[in-house]
T-cell receptor, first 109, second 115 residues
Framework: AQRVTQPEKLLSVFKGAPVELKCNYS??????LFWYVQYSRQRLQLLLRHISRESIKGFTADLNKRETSFHLKKPFAQEEDSAMYYC???????????FGSGTQLTVLP | ETGVTQSPTHLIKTRGQQVTLRCSSQSGHNTVSWYQQALGQGPQFIFQYYREEENGRGNFPPRFSGLQFPNYSSELNVNALELDDSALYLCASSLAGRGAADTQYFGPGTRLTVL
């Protein structure tokens, strides 16, 4: 069965510092991985997907199949990045998402 | 373009009761997925509906059931409510098929409290 692990429930960094949110997965097939973000009082929204190889709001994430990881990185954190971040893996006939338990990022001034 | 909407926003029920939650999918989307998010956890997949039929199901008992209507809106029904059913219920709509259009767009959720 597939599993997504986000080892840090809480992460605090200072504005301008680099940030890395960790995500590890367990899946026997070829993974499709995503990062979703939930800002305060807003709905869950897609941040980026590994297949697009894009940078959104300065965030990037590289799929490492050898280490089964999909860590989210940003070189210079901003206060507006404070939010809950979820890593998710898509699989199954319904292409459903399996989410990690989330990391609450706080960027301090 | 209209986003995903859910009703009601909040709901309080007692153990043993039945509840129906509603979801209107985003314009142009034909697939609806339901997720349960317990406090402090990530969303957990309940089931998905495509073309008015269940298209996949997570590890939830049969007392969790659903419907999809011809306009692609959907309902989640939970019978014989238990205290552990207290959670945020999220609906996500998407357009079946590969590519960017397959992205799941989430609604704001319905907060269910079972007393």
């Amino acid at each position: 069965a597939q599993r997504v692990t986000q080892p840090e429930k809480l992460l605090s960094v200072f504005k301008g510092a680099p940030v890395e949110l960790k995500c590890n997965y367990s899946y026997s097939g070829s993974p499709e991985l995503f990062w979703y973000v939930q800002y305060s009082r807003q709905r869950l929204q897609l941040l980026l997907r590994h297949i697009s190889r894009e940078s959104i709001k300065g965030f990037t994430a590289d799929l490492n199949k050898r280490e089964t990881s999909f860590h989210l990185k940003k070189p210079f954190a901003q206060e507006e990045d404070s939010a809950m971040y979820y890593c998710a893996l898509r699989s199954g006939s319904a292409r459903q998402l399996t989410f990690g338990s989330g990391t609450q990022l706080t960027v301090l001034p | 373009e209209t986003g995903v909407t859910q009703s009601p926003t909040h709901l309080i029920k007692t153990r043993g009761q039945q509840v129906t939650l509603r979801c209107s999918s985003q314009s142009g989307h034909n697939t609806v997925s339901w997720y349960q998010q317990a406090l402090g956890q990530g969303p957990q997949f309940i089931f998905q509906y495509y073309r008015e039929e269940e298209n996949g199901r997570g590890n939830f008992p049969p007392r969790f059931s659903g419907l999809q209507f011809p306009n692609y809106s959907s309902e989640l029904n939970v019978n014989a409510l238990e205290l552990d059913d207290s959670a945020l219920y999220l609906c996500a709509s998407s357009l079946a098929g590969r590519g960017a259009a397959d992205t799941q767009y989430f609604g704001p959720g319905t907060r269910l409290t079972v007393l």
